[in-house]
């Protein structure tokens, strides 16, 4: 299975995808080089005679005296002038060959955005700018439709931008085209001690780390205070097997035909259920099932813990869209990344009494959450990828980052957790973002991510996991649906070159 448990980022250096080395830069050569020693010259003429002690001169000066003179200058002028033209030839001579020294070339940067506004990108990058003359950016926004291919089609024609965003499960799809970051822009340990430690393993590989994070993001729970009122029920749930479902049980209403007017949870079918695939993940994980055995003992009973919630009308295919349902009041409880906040709380919505909290723990008490969140890189196909990778360090420092934020609240009201770990404390405060950074150390990654738009490795896994919970509601078996399931997990699998470094390896 794919273990990217944060108390051993290595794990994650299996062959998850080919390394790309980074390629040595020769320095420039220095023609300069050590004169010959030669010889003490001998001292010229007029030199000899001024280093002579002055004749001893009385009464008045003779003739000669004068004509002495005037043969000293004479002299002395024609020794000046052979050290010029000398000096002339000797520097010439020592300068040919020499590259001159050019003015520093003007480097144009393309950065593809995702998601985030050009109004809270562009103040940073003009400050950027300002500071680095010779540097020019221009940040592209970018449709999320076709985002992913057409970044690897422009790409591979050495027409893709030098910057661009990916999610973080998308490593394995962008072997093509990502470069790694070099360790003199950010080493190392300055990158663990810097970023959180999924940040570390899901962007590492073979030592080699793809990307810098500008925000931390996983599935968190959200949830309608004044439905928790009304019902009776003072806290969230606190475990995902017993508690969760009698706390949502209490949460429902039926009217007298059965039919549900307001659903305890959002969970148990996969048509109308937003990140359905990661909720199901979670379970599995916690029930120690993998998506390389997707039809394990383990996964199949996470399928029926997730679907139980259908067969006893708590929700079911009737129901309206699992945001649209939350922010219509007709669900009590969702789970989502922290990023949907943004749109269940925009337009008519924007007044509802929403609370968050960190996901139920399984029956041993542990609690985990799948990371999802969104990472800047750079194109191996770039000229300027040094110069990439230093804005990129500067777009994640603690300033830029503080200046972000601010940016985010003043356009859209709500910020996105910062990537850093010395800004945990400014978000462990906020009612909404808080369970975010609570669950920072217990995230794992799975390429189930649901809404990365990648029509790759996330979708199609979703796909085939989505055609054996709606094949079980049918009246299919839960461990036959999931045999089939994972002939398709397979296929995708040996598409992408992702093994599970976690079992060994057969002769």
């Known amino acids: 299975m794919v273990d990217n448990n944060p108390d051993s980022p290595k794990n994650q250096s299996g062959p998850i995808f080919e390394s790309v080395p980074i390629e040595e830069v020769p320095q420039a050569f220095s023609p300069e080089a050590p004169l010959p020693e030669t010889e003490e010259p001998v001292p010229a003429p007029a030199e000899a005679f001024l280093a002579a002690p002055p004749p001893e001169l009385t009464g008045d000066l003779p003739p000669l005296y004068e004509e002495s003179k005037a043969?000293?200058?004479?002299?002395?002028?024609?020794?000046?002038?052979?050290?010029?033209?000398?000096?002339?030839?000797?520097?010439?001579?020592?300068?040919?060959?020499?590259?001159?020294?050019?003015?520093p070339k003007d480097v144009k940067l393309v950065y593809w955005g995702l998601w985030e506004d050009a109004q809270v990108m562009q103040p940073l990058i003009d400050e950027y700018q300002k500071a680095n003359p010779g540097v020019s950016i221009s940040y592209e926004p970018q449709l999320h439709i076709d985002y992913r291919q057409k970044l690897l089609s422009r790409s591979a024609n050495n027409r893709g931008p030098d910057i661009f965003r990916f999610h973080n499960t998308w490593l394995p799809q962008l072997r093509e085209i990502a470069a790694p970051l070099p360790a003199e822009i950010i080493s190392a340990d300055e990158y663990a001690k810097t970023f959180y430690p999924i940040h570390l393993s899901d962007l590492t590989f073979e030592e080699q780390i793809y990307g810098?994070?500008?925000?931390?993001?996983?599935?968190?729970?959200?949830?309608?205070?004044?439905?928790?009122?009304?019902?009776?029920?003072?806290?969230?749930?606190?475990?995902?097997?017993?508690?969760?479902?009698?706390?949502?049980?209490?949460?429902?209403?039926?009217?007298?035909?059965?039919?549900?007017?307001?659903?305890?949870?959002?969970?148990?079918?996969?048509?109308?259920?937003?990140?359905?695939?990661?909720?199901?993940?979670?379970?599995?994980?916690?029930?120690?099932?993998?998506?390389?055995?997707?039809?394990?003992?383990?996964?199949?009973?996470?399928?029926?813990?997730?679907?139980?919630?259908?067969?006893?009308?708590?929700?079911?295919?009737?129901?309206?869209?699992?945001?649209?349902?939350?922010?219509?009041?007709?669900?009590?409880?969702?789970?989502?990344?922290?990023?949907?906040?943004?749109?269940?709380?925009?337009?008519?919505?924007?007044?509802?009494?929403?609370?968050?909290?960190?996901?139920?723990?399984?029956?041993?008490?542990?609690?985990?959450?799948?990371?999802?969140?969104?990472?800047?890189?750079?194109?191996?196909?770039?000229?300027?990828?040094?110069?990439?990778?230093?804005?990129?360090?500067?777009?994640?420092?603690?300033?830029?980052?503080?200046k972000m934020i601010e940016l985010q609240k003043k356009n859209r009201g709500i910020t996105i957790v910062s990537s850093r770990q010395d800004m945990k404390s400014a978000f462990e405060s906020d009612p909404l973002l808080a369970p975010v950074v609570q669950q920072a150390s217990v995230y794992r990654s799975l390429p189930l991510a649901d809404r990365t738009f990648d029509k790759g490795l996330n979708d199609e896994l979703i796909s085939y996991l989505k055609n054996a919970v709606n094949s079980t509601i049918a009246g299919v078996d839960y461990g036959e649906a999931l045999k089939t399931a994972q002939q398709g997990f397979r296929t995708v699998f040996e598409r992408y070159g992702l093994k599970d470094t976690t079992q060994p390896a057969t002769k």
Do not use: C
């Open 71 to 103: 043969r000293y200058f004479i002299i002395g002028g024609a020794v000046l002038v052979f050290l010029l033209v000398f000096g002339s030839v000797l520097a010439f001579l020592l300068t040919r060959g020499q590259p001159k020294p050019t003015p």
């Open 212 to 402: 810098i994070p500008l925000m931390l993001d996983g599935i968190i729970m959200i949830y309608n205070d004044n439905l928790f009122q009304r019902a009776g029920v003072g806290a969230p749930p606190a475990n995902w097997i017993g508690d969760l479902e009698e706390i949502v049980t209490t949460l429902t209403v039926q009217d007298r035909d059965g039919k549900i007017v307001t659903s305890g949870v959002a969970m148990g079918t996969a048509n109308n259920i937003d990140h359905f695939s990661e909720i199901f993940g979670v379970l599995m994980l916690h029930n120690g099932g993998s998506v390389f055995a997707i039809d394990s003992k383990e996964s199949v009973e996470a399928l029926k813990v997730f679907r139980q919630f259908g067969e006893t009308n708590i929700w079911n295919d009737t129901m309206p869209n699992s945001i649209e349902a939350f922010r219509a009041e007709k669900v009590a409880i969702i789970f989502a990344p922290s990023w949907q906040l943004i749109r269940i709380k925009s337009g008519e919505s924007s007044s509802l009494p929403i609370k968050t909290a960190p996901l139920p723990a399984g029956l041993d008490g542990r609690s985990l959450s799948l990371a999802s969140y969104w990472v800047e890189g750079v194109s191996k196909k770039s000229a300027n990828q040094v110069e990439a990778w230093k804005f990129l360090k500067y777009l994640s420092e603690r300033e830029s980052q503080e």
